[in-house]
């Protein structure tokens, strides 16, 4: 299908997840003592929003999940996927 967990960007597109109302992982995770998005970038404050929550990162999960704020989780936990899919 060519989808992949969503990198978020900018605000925008965290407000619009926000909006979906339900808890979701996106494309985040620890590697070593740094965060990644799944497209390789490293998580900066330059490049779109970093929107933990009160308390996160936690330290001890290495998956991220968001509604309004982001939340490290133990990556095992279900939740929904929040995918997106290049326009190419």
């Not at 799944?38 to 308390?55: A, C, H, K, Y």
């Not at 290495?62 to 939340?71: A, F, I, L, Y």
Request: hydrophobic letters at 30%; charged letters at 20%.
């Amino acid at each position: 299908m060519g989808a992949d967990l969503v990198t978020i960007d900018s605000e925008e597109e965290q407000a619009y997840i926000s909006g979906l109302g339900r808890w979701g992982w996106i494309g985040l995770q620890r590697r070593g003592t740094s965060w990644t998005w799944v497209n390789g970038r490293p998580l900066s404050i330059s490049r779109g929003p970093v929107i933990w929550g009160s308390g996160q990162p936690s330290k001890t999960e290495d998956c991220v999940m968001t509604s309004s704020h982001w939340e490290d989780y133990p990556c095992y936990s279900k939740f929904y996927p929040i995918c997106e899919k290049s326009a190419k």
